[in-house]
Nanobody
Framework: QVQLVESGGGLVQAGGSLRLSCAAS????????MGWFRQAPGKEREFVAS????????SYADSVKGRFTISRDHAKNMAYLQMNSLKPEDTAVYYC??????????????????WGQGTQVTVSS
């Protein structure tokens, strides 16, 4: 069992930065790939980024490539999303997600095993 709690959301001006954190509990955290999704008002939830066990394998949505960076710290049971050059269209509720690694490698943009409650990110123009 893995429980996920996001933090770090807030209000930022366009061009600014935010760092989201995802705290994971459960001794099996090390066997799960981690990722971030987002959902804007009136839109479906969409994939943002994911990271494998070692941190060397990552996947990003085209819309955030070059601006967002995903990372993880096994010692702290944490995953992070560094968001730079934020745009108003990045405004959404951001969710942390986890997927057992052997399934994640089949499709790095699918993470369904566990979800956090979400954290709001608002980017003003």
């Amino acid at each position: 069992q893995v429980q996920l709690v996001e933090s770090g959301g807030g209000l930022v001006q366009a061009g600014g930065s935010l760092r989201l954190s995802c705290a994971a509990s459960g001794r099996t955290f090390s066997w799960y790939a981690m990722g971030w999704f987002r959902q804007a008002p009136g839109k479906e939830r969409e994939f943002v980024a994911s990271i494998g066990l070692s941190g060397s394998s990552t996947s990003y949505a085209d819309s955030v490539k070059g601006r967002f960076t995903i990372s993880r710290d096994h010692a702290k049971n944490m995953a992070y999303l560094q968001m730079n050059s934020l745009k108003p269209e990045d405004t959404a509720v951001y969710y942390c997600a986890a997927e057992y690694y052997t399934r994640w490698v089949q499709n790095p943009q699918v993470l369904n095993d566990y979800w956090g409650q979400g954290t709001q990110v608002t980017v003003s123009s």
